[in-house]
């Protein structure tokens, strides 16, 4: 599958070894605090990957992911990376949970966090908080067993006895050493705010930020006061391990502004606390600064850009004349920019992908593909379902000449119509679910796009919308319902290209509505649900949350009076769930509502 194809291109290894070096640097001062006392300079790295869409900037971070599994986890703590993996979670960038080896012990800390496109992207921090709260259990644990050697198992029971829960309760296995994410999670949730990491004998020691007993009144403070316990040196919990947070798609930030906050935030706390962090940061080129299209229209700066901006400057001096000269929060010695906008060799990657194609072909398609990995890998994702381009449709062999030009005509599209040609090979059913969920946006309540396509064509979708996801991958979440049932299509470019059919549909399906009329039950189904959220049998919170937050918009746009009833809604279920920040944003734009 395209995913597995061959990391190529000297100058995306040269880039994969600047993340590296980034990486190691962090790591000796984590570990070299302990003997050599406290860093004399700061340690935090943070490391901007920027270019245009399909540049390989995900693909890098994953690498370096790759990389640090090969060479610091010998004991296999963290999982291979498979995105497409039937187990695994296509979009996420940290490895589930229930996939992780807890007997053995934890390395590195790795966490990232995918901006989401579209106009209700939601909450990217506070929806990521359970694939973090396990391995701050277990990083706060590394340390111990490293000084005391016991086992996991045996540091999990005793953190747990002194939060007053039973082993029985937890169904941890001491002895024989059974861990499940599960117990880790509700010792997690069991934990003093997020995740109460070191709270052993917390009272008889000082918080390391001076704030131990002061309410936080942010999801983004909480999660910072936890990461504060573990990566501050002066801390008494400090767990000598490096830690990498990926901030993917920043620019998508803008509708997400708790996300740039934090990111802010984050900077800030780990150059004031000298943390080992490595802070991944992947970002479009074209938003960096403020540009224009080429036809003419403002482009203006991320949020994530903003930033940027900020901690990079030198604050001017005070009234502290005989102190040390201000500095920047983010010194240049500690930011470091990769630009990925040069092309790449694909020949290397297409070639180790089809063997038995003759070399002359793959240099062809490669040079057609213009050193664009993603559109590459939308191209082999084509090949892989039209075995019949190869001779005795066997994709170990070389292409026919029918199946060489066909490839080398794909070759030559962009990369959206590479897209929209991927989109096109599904079966009709898959294509109509899909494009059915692209009126609700780019992520999407699962059960309120089944019971619109049962509304505008008596039928329903899920099942088409599970085959798009497992066969196809143009979609992700749609059948793990384990914490709520929001999914969403697994690019950008596939919500695209599901838009422009759908726009197009009723040229091959004469039932097809036409796209006020869909907008239209969607209203009304939005509509039931800010009247009575209870007729809406098995919505997790998170469900609910998503689906008012978009029946708030789209009441506002329309001017429907029950907006505000959908936006207090939302702020109940928002606090209740502890997503301050939702909760906040919605009370906002509430009173917003109410404003001459």
Not at 402 to 417: C, F, M, Q, W, Y
Request: glycine residues 8%.
């Amino acid at each position: 599958m395209a995913a597995d194809l061959k990391f190529s291109g000297e100058n995306r290894k040269s880039s994969l070894q600047q993340l590296v070096r980034a990486f190691e640097d962090v790591k000796r001062e984590a570990e070299g605090v302990q003997a050599k006392g406290q860093p004399k300079a700061p340690i935090h790295r943070v490391v901007l990957i920027h270019g245009e869409r399909g540049r390989g900037k995900t693909r890098l971070a994953i690498e370096l992911y790759r990389r640090l599994r090969e060479r610091e986890d010998p004991a296999g703590y963290w999982p291979e990376f498979v995105p497409k993996d039937e187990n695994q979670d296509q979009a996420s960038l940290t490895p589930r949970a229930e996939d992780c080896t807890y007997a053995a012990i934890l390395p590195f800390l790795w966490w990232g966090i995918q901006a989401q496109a579209g106009y209700n992207p939601g909450n990217a921090l506070f929806a990521t908080l359970d694939k973090l709260k396990p391995h701050l259990v277990t990083m706060r644990i590394a340390h111990r067993r490293s000084q005391d050697g016991r086992s996991t198992a045996a540091e999990l029971a005793d953190v747990a006895t002194e939060l007053g829960m039973s082993i029985a309760e937890l169904g941890l296995d001491v002895a024989g050493e059974v861990i499940g994410a599960g117990s880790l999670k509700r010792i997690a949730e069991s934990m003093w705010r997020i995740g109460k990491i070191g709270q052993e004998r917390l009272r008889e020691n000082a918080d390391p930020a001076g704030e131990g007993d002061r309410h936080a009144a942010s999801v983004a403070e909480e999660v910072l006061a936890d990461l504060d316990r573990l990566l501050n040196p002066k801390s008494p919990q400090f767990a000598h391990r490096p830690a990498v947070i990926l901030i993917d798609d920043a620019q998508f930030a803008d509708q997400d502004r708790p996300l740039a906050g934090f990111v802010e935030l984050l900077i800030k706390r780990s150059a004031r606390g000298r943390w080992p962090l490595l802070l991944l940061i992947t970002h479009w080129s074209r938003n960096l600064d403020d540009t224009e299209t080429a036809a003419g229209e403002p482009v203006p700066r991320s949020l994530v850009a903003q930033v940027l901006e900020r901690v990079r400057q030198v604050p001017a001096p005070g009234p502290a004349w005989f102190g040390p000269p201000p500095t920047a929060e983010l010194p240049e010695t500690c930011f470091l920019q990769v630009d990925l906008n040069d092309d790449v060799d694909l020949r290397p990657a297409l070639a180790d992908r089809y063997k038995g194609i003759d070399p002359v072909t793959v240099a062809a398609i490669a040079e057609h593909a213009g050193g664009n990995p993603r559109k590459l890998e939308q191209i082999v994702e084509i090949m892989d379902l039209e075995d019949h381009w190869f001779e005795d449709h066997d994709p170990d062999r070389d292409l026919t000449p029918e199946g060489v030009e066909e490839v080398l005509t794909l070759s030559r599209l962009d990369i959206d119509r590479v897209a929209d040609r991927r989109f096109r090979e599904t079966p009709s059913g898959v294509r109509r679910s899909l494009a059915l969920a692209s009126i609700a946006g780019n992520r999407f309540v699962v059960d309120f796009v089944d019971k619109l396509a049962n509304a505008c064509l008596a039928e329903g979708a899920r099942p088409q919308m599970e085959e798009g996801e497992s066969r196809y991958y143009l979609l992700r979440d749609i059948r793990d319902r384990s914490r709520n049932d929001i999914g969403g299509f697994s690019e950008r470019l596939y919500f695209d290209a599901a838009g422009r059919y759908r726009r197009n549909a009723r040229r091959e399906f004469k039932d097809w509505p036409d796209d006020e009329t869909l907008f239209a039950r969607l209203d009304e189904l939005l509509g039931c649900l800010v009247d009575d959220p209870d007729t809406f049998e098995g919505l997790q919170p998170e469900d609910l949350a998503f689906a008012l937050s978009v029946a708030a918009e789209r009441m506002i746009a329309l001017e429907d009076s029950r907006a505000g009833l959908a936006l207090a809604r939302l702020v109940s279920i928002e606090n209740g769930r502890g997503n301050y920040e939702g909760a906040y944003d919605a009370a906002n734009r509430f009173i917003e509502g109410f404003r001459p």
